[in-house]
């Protein structure tokens, strides 16, 4: 068994994959203060509810936007799976070109989805990816990461309206049965999720527009993906475990 790692800013998922079969998923918050200790505990918790042993994984891969907590994951890891992890980044075998003016200032969870979403469905592709920021990235024909558009996320901009609007509340991001409301909360949602919709349609048909090619796939991935796929015309396919997907085929590239 391998356990892959994905680190965002406000959450970690993780997932223990027996051969390319994925046999759980576990989300943590991100705690950049946490130590090795920590986190080991907390991740033992949790595998020893659903009966498996962190002495079992047999390798560990780490995708991470969080420069701070690595530490503690790596050595996380030696101590508790007894293995030294495979950290994406510079020097990492992921088969795919980037074609970036500087190739190490694109995030790793970028990189991984792109592989994952070339591998799983063909290319070219446009990955959506709705974490801390909602990130685009378009990968050609050829396996290249060509770039993209890093948008702020819909959480993040839900808090900037609580904490920078004096009289608006913190919203749960829900959809509200329609665009027009008649409250605030249900205006503010509605804000979030159809706007972020028609955000979506716009940014990706741009990039349609430029690349010249109508026909290109998205495909979606995060937590608040479903919610916004089923009001953005453009997003053609949902996949939750993307990134973990990423991470295990990555893994599979570094074997030799």
Do not use: W
Request: glycine share 10%.
């Amino acid at each position: 068994m391998i356990l892959v790692f994905d680190v965002g800013n406000t959450n970690m998922v993780l997932g223990v994959y027996e051969g390319k079969r994925l046999i759980e998923s576990f989300r943590l918050s991100t705690e950049s203060i946490r130590t090795a200790d920590e986190y080991g505990m907390t991740v033992n918790g949790l595998f020893e509810y659903r009966g498996i042993s962190l002495r079992d994984m047999e390798a560990v891969i780490i995708s991470s936007v969080v420069p701070n907590l690595m530490y503690s994951l790596e050595h996380m890891a030696r101590k508790y799976c007894g293995v030294r992890p495979l950290v994406v980044g510079p020097g990492t075998k992921t088969g795919m070109n980037i074609k970036f003016d500087n190739p190490r200032e694109v995030g790793a969870d970028r990189i991984v989805n792109g592989v994952a979403a070339f591998e799983l469905y063909g290319g070219p592709v446009i990955v959506v990816d709705f974490g801390t920021a909602t990130t685009f990235c378009y990968i050609s024909d050829k396996s290249e990461y060509m770039g993209g558009i890093i948008a702020p996320g819909i959480r993040l901009s839900a808090d900037a309206l609580f904490e920078r609007a004096a009289k608006l509340p913190r919203i749960e991001l829900v959809k509200p049965p329609q665009v027009i409301c008649k409250n605030t909360i249900a205006s503010m949602q509605s804000g979030m999720v159809y706007g972020y919709a028609g955000l979506v349609d716009s940014l990706v048909g741009r990039m349609k527009e430029e690349i010249g090619n109508r026909d290109i796939k998205t495909v979606a991935t995060g937590g608040m993906a479903r919610m916004i796929a089923s009001e953005a015309k453009s997003i053609d396919i949902v996949d939750s475990t993307l990134t973990l997907e990423g991470l295990r085929i990555i893994y599979e590239r570094n074997l030799d």
